[in-house]
């Protein structure tokens, strides 16, 4: 998971810094851990895990093939839309196995898991 997060944040910072092919080259490999690494990560050891599995699929199926059209697209609104709803994804499941103080930000350009401080604007 902790290189997902790092793939996802070079992503993020580099769409943000407009180097855009640096961007999509980050969401495919962020893509391959997702097919790869994913599917044989293990399932945390305390909180519920029983609707993980089918997130992940989900994750793979829709979410990262939409992050990688848009940083394709080059279309910094697009991949903004794109970058916040991969981090919803991401956050979700998050929540749903007891580990929502994870956090992965919204907005391209930040640090993964996010290190604001608890209350502050992004």
């Keep these: 998971m902790l290189e ?3 793939r996802f944040e070079l992503a993020g910072r580099a769409a943000a ?3 855009v092919e640096l961007a999509a080259f ?3 490999e962020l893509g391959e851990l ?3 690494d994913l599917p044989r990560a293990e399932l945390p050891k305390e909180g519920p895990t029983a609707d993980l599995a089918g997130k992940a699929d989900a994750f793979a199926r829709a979410v990262v093939p939409d992050l990688l059209g848009a940083a ?4 910094p609104g697009a991949f903004a839309a794109a ?3 991969t981090a919803a994804a991401c956050n979700d499941c998050h929540q749903a196995s007891g580990h929502g103080f994870v956090e992965v930000p919204s907005v391209p350009g930040k640090p993964v ?3 604001d401080p608890v209350g ?3």
Excluded at 72 to 75: I, S
């Design 120 to 122: 502050a604007q992004p």
């Design 4 to 6: 997902i997060g790092r």
């Design 83 to 85: 970058f916040a709803r």
């Design 17 to 19: 810094a407009g180097r």
């Design 26 to 28: 980050e969401v495919g």
């Design 113 to 115: 898991p996010a290190m």
């Design 72 to 75: 394709k697209g080059r279309e």
């Design 34 to 36: 997702v097919d790869d």
